[in-house]
C-alpha cells in the first residue's frame, strides 16, 4: 500500500502538471483571439489623409490656392445669400432656390477645406475617426441635397418659360418650401444609410487614406472586408439620387428648348436662353465630375485621379458658382450693387 501511494504521488504531480500547461494555454488562446478580434473589429483612432504628401513641392502653391478659393467661396456665396434675403426684387421662387444652394456650397467648402489647409500646413496629416465619419457624413448629405435642388431649379426654369402666365400660381412659395424641404431630406436620409453602413466596415489597422478628405468611396476602398453590400448600396443610391434628378433637368430643358424655338424674336430667344445658361453651367460643374467618381464601383476607382475630381468638385464648383450666376445675372448684380451701397452707408456712418 505504501508502493503504492508512492508510485501515485509523481501520478498527480504529472497529471497536475499537464492540467496547469492546458490552462495556460487556453489563456494564451483566448488572450492572442481577443487580440486579433479586436485588431480587425475595432475602428482606428484616426486616419491619415495623403493628399499631396507624395509630392511635397506641390503643398505650398494648393494651399495658396485653397485658401484663397476658400475666401473667394464664402465672400460670394454669403453676399448672394444676403442679397437673396434683404432685396425685395429677389424675392422670387428662383432666388429662393439660388440662396439655399450658396448655403450648400458655403457648408459644402466648409466641411472639406478648413481641414485640408491644417493638413497641409503641417506635418501631423491626421483626422480623427470621429471627424471623419462627421465629414464624410454631412458630404454626402450636401451633395445629395444639392443634385435635388438643382432639378427644383429647372423646374423653376420649365415653370417661368413653358407657363409664363401660370408661373405665380403654380410655383408658389409653400411649393418652393415643399421642394427645399425635399431636398435637404432626401440628402440627409442619403447619409444616413451610407453613414450606417459605412460605420461597419473593419480596416484591420489599416489608417492611410489617399485623399484630401474622407468620402465614402475612399472609406469602401481601404476597408479589408467584402464590400459588395457597400458598392451595391452605393450604385443604387447613386443612381437615384442622381441619375433620376439629371434626367429631369435634361427633360426640363429638352421642353424649354422646344419652346424658346418658338420664339418668333431673336432677342427673346436670347432673353430666355439667357435665364438659363447660368443654371445649366452649374449644372455641369456638379454632375460631370460627381457622375465620374460614384457611377464607377469603388472598389476599381483610381483614387489618384478621384481625389483630384474630388477637390474639383468640393472647392472649385462652389467657388465658381457665385461668380456664374452674378456675371450673367442682371438682377443678382443690381442687388449686389445695393447691398454694398446700403454697407457703405452704414459704415459710413
Given amino acids: 500500500m505504501q508502493d503504492g501511494g508512492k508510485r ?66 464664402v465672400l460670394g456665396n454669403v453676399a448672394i445669400i444676403l442679397a437673396s434675403q434683404l432685396d425685395p426684387q429677389l424675392h422670387s421662387p428662383m432666388y429662393t432656390f439660388l440662396s439655399h444652394l450658396s448655403f450648400l456650397d458655403l457648408c459644402y467648402t466648409t466641411t472639406t477645406v478648413p481641414q485640408m489647409l491644417v493638413n497641409m500646413g503641417s506635418s501631423q496629416k491626421t483626422i480623427s475617426y470621429g471627424g471623419c465619419t462627421v465629414q464624410y457624413a454631412v458630404f454626402h448629405w450636401l451633395g445629395c441635397t444639392e443634385c435635388i435642388l438643382l ?50 466596415l473593419p480596416f484591420c489597422g489599416r489608417q492611410v487614406l489617399n485623399n484630401f478628405f474622407c468620402e465614402v468611396p475612399a472609406m469602401i476602398k481601404l476597408s479589408c472586408a467584402d464590400t459588395a453590400v457597400n458598392d451595391a448600396t452605393l450604385a443604387v443610391l447613386v443612381a437615384f439620387f442622381v441619375l433620376v434628378p439629371l434626367a429631369l433637368i435634361l427633360l426640363s430643358y429638352g421642353f424649354i428648348a422646344r419652346a424658346v424655338l418658338r420664339i418668333q424674336s431673336s432677342k427673346g430667344r436670347h432673353k430666355a436662353f439667357g435665364t438659363c445658361s447660368s443654371h445649366l453651367m452649374v449644372v455641369s460643374l456638379f454632375y460631370l465630375p460627381a457622375i ?26 462652389p467657388t465658381l458658382n457665385p461668380f456664374i450666376y452674378t456675371l450673367r445675372n442682371k438682377d443678382v448684380k443690381g442687388a449686389l450693387r445695393r447691398l454694398l451701397a446700403r454697407i457703405w452707408r452704414l459704415c459710413g456712418r
Avoid at 175 to 181: G, R
Avoid at 292 to 317: A, R
Fill in 8 to 73: 501515485s504521488v509523481p501520478l498527480l504531480r504529472y497529471y497536475s502538471f499537464g492540467f496547469s500547461q492546458f490552462v495556460t494555454g487556453a489563456r494564451k488562446y483566448r488572450n492572442m483571439k481577443s487580440d486579433n478580434q479586436s485588431f480587425s473589429g475595432d475602428p482606428p483612432k484616426a486616419f491619415i489623409l495623403l493628399g499631396v504628401s507624395d509630392r511635397p513641392w506641390l503643398e505650398l502653391p494648393l494651399f495658396v490656392v485653397l485658401l484663397l478659393s476658400y475666401v473667394l467661396a
Fill in 151 to 200: 432639378a427644383a431649379m429647372a423646374l423653376d426654369r420649365y415653370v417661368a418659360i413653358c407657363e409664363p402666365l401660370h408661373y405665380a400660381v403654380l410655383m408658389h412659395r409653400a411649393l418652393c418650401q415643399q421642394l427645399v424641404a425635399l431636398a435637404w431630406l432626401s440628402g440627409f436620409g442619403n447619409s444616413f444609410v451610407q453613414v450606417v453602413l459605412t460605420v461597419q
Fill in 292 to 317: 465620374y467618381m460614384y457611377l464607377q464601383p469603388p472598389s476599381s476607382y483610381s483614387q489618384e485621379q478621384g481625389k483630384f475630381i474630388s477637390l474639383f468638385y468640393s472647392i472649385i464648383t
